[in-house]
């Protein structure tokens, strides 16, 4: 079963008489950030449940960024120049972690390897950028 979660908002603020104002009710504190260096963050996973989670997270702290579960299109989307940094979530083989780290390497884009929850996501992101 799947309940949907409110998305919180950068500028929301708690009001007692709606529940869903409050932006760390699900995802606990939340780190927003006030202005990402250019280039592009992409992530990469192969859970879509998970996935959708990630995505959720960093929209909600400021973090515009392309997930992907389709390692081909990832690779065709890398050559482009646009990303900054490449997220590659912990249930990703080894075998395609080598392949996406080696293209990285190629093309000057920074590699985080993620392994927690989506929730401490943003701020390994906001690190790696610096």
Known sequence: ?????PLPTAHSHSDESN???NPNRY?????????????????????AAMMALVDQ????TGIQ???????RNLLK???T?????????GGVEEEARVRLR????????????HHGGPGQLAAQIGQALG
């Open 102 to 113: 080696a293209a990285c390497a190629e093309l000057n884009i920074l590699v985080l390897e």
């Open 57 to 60: 997270q960093l929209k909600a």
């Open 65 to 71: 960024a392309v997930g992907y579960m389709d390692e």
């Open 1 to 5: 079963m799947t309940l949907p979660l």
């Open 77 to 79: 989307d890398l050559a």
């Open 27 to 47: 995802f606990g504190r939340v780190l927003y950030l006030a202005a990402m260096p250019a280039g592009q963050v992409y992530f990469f996973g192969r859970n």
């Open 81 to 89: 120049g646009a990303c900054r940094l490449l997220v590659i979530g």
């Open 19 to 21: 529940p869903n104002s």
